[in-house]
C-alpha cells in the first residue's frame, strides 16, 4: 500500500481541492494522511472524513506591519521540525501540497527526507506560500494557461482544478425545504468565502429589501458574521459556513454572488451557475482575484463588480443584469471545455509516487 500525505490550509479553498481527490486516491489504494495547522479551517473539513489528521505550527508572512511577523518565522521553524518527525514516521511516497502557509515546512521536510512533491496552484499568478516551495517541488499543478510562464520549466503542467464530485448532485427540494423558501421566486446565492467578507455581507444587507421583491436570497456570511436581526426575514436565509448543504444550495440557485476566490470560480464554471464576482481589493491581498475575475469575465463566463465601486444600487443594477442575461453566460460556460483535471492529477501522483 502507498501512503500519501495531503497538505493544504488557511482558508477552504486551499483544502476542498484535495478533498476532491480522496475518493480516487482510495479507489488506488492508498493510505492518506493530511497535515495542516493545529485549528485551522482544514481541521474542521477534513476531520469528519475519516482521514488521519495531524496539526504542526504554522505561521504567515503578512503584507503589512504586524508584531506576530517577528514571531510568526519561529512558529514556522518549530513546525518544520514537526513536519520532519511526522514525514519520518509516516514515510509516504508523495505529497501532494495545495498551498497556504502551513504547507512551506512540509514541503521543505519532503524534500529533506527525499519524498517527491506535487504542489498545485489555483490562481492565475502563484501565491507567495507556493513559491517559496516550488524550488522543491517534483511537479507543478496549474490551473490557467497564463500561469506556465510563471512556473519554473520542465515542472509545470496544465491541470485544471479538481472539483468534488458531490457538488454535482445537489437536490433542489432538500434545499427549498432546509431554507424554507417557495417555488414562486428564484434565488440568489452569496458566497463570500469560507472566512466571509464584510464588503459583500454590508452591500447585500442593504440592497435585501429590494432584492426581495424579486428574489429569495441564500447568504453564507462567513464565521461570526450572521445578522441575528434577519433571521426571521422571508426569503432570506442566512447561515455562518455550510459543507453538506452547499451542493443543493448550488442546485436550487439561479445565479450566484461571489467572490474570486480560484477554487470558489472554477466551482461555478463547472456547475455552469451564472455569477457576479466581487474579487478581493488590492488593498488588501495580492491581486489575485482581480486577475482570476477578469480572465472569467473576459471568456464570457462572469460578470465583475470591483469592491471599490460596490455599492447598493451598483450591486442593484449587476444583479439585474446578470439574471435578464443569464442563459448567454451559461452557454458560455458549457462551451468552455473542461479538463478532466482529477483523472491528468493522479496520473501524476502515481508517476511521481513509483519513482
Known sequence: MKRIILTGGGTAGHVTPNIALISNLQDLGYDIHYIGSYNGIEKDLITPLGIPYH??????????????????????????????????????????SKGGFVTVPVVLAGKRKKVPVIIHESDMTPGLANKLSFPFASKICCNFPETLSHLPAGKAVLTGLPIRQELFQGDREKAQLH?????????ILVMGGSLGSVAVNNAVRLALPDLLTQFQVIHLCGKNKVDTSLNDLEGYAQFEYIQGELCDFFALSDIVISRAGANAICELLALQRPNLLIPLSKNASRGDQILNARSFEEQGFSMVLEEEELTKEALLEAVHTLYQERESFTDAMKSSGQRDSIATIMRLIQEVSSL
Do not use: H, M
Open 179 to 187: 431554507c424554507g423558501f417557495t417555488t414562486s421566486k428564484p434565488v
Open 55 to 96: 496539526g504542526i505550527s504554522s505561521g504567515k508572512l503578512r503584507r503589512y506591519f504586524s508584531l506576530q511577523n517577528f514571531t510568526d518565522p519561529f512558529r514556522v521553524i518549530k513546525g518544520f521540525w514537526e513536519a520532519r518527525k511526522l514525514i519520518r514516521q509516516l514515510q509516504p511516497d508523495v505529497i501532494f
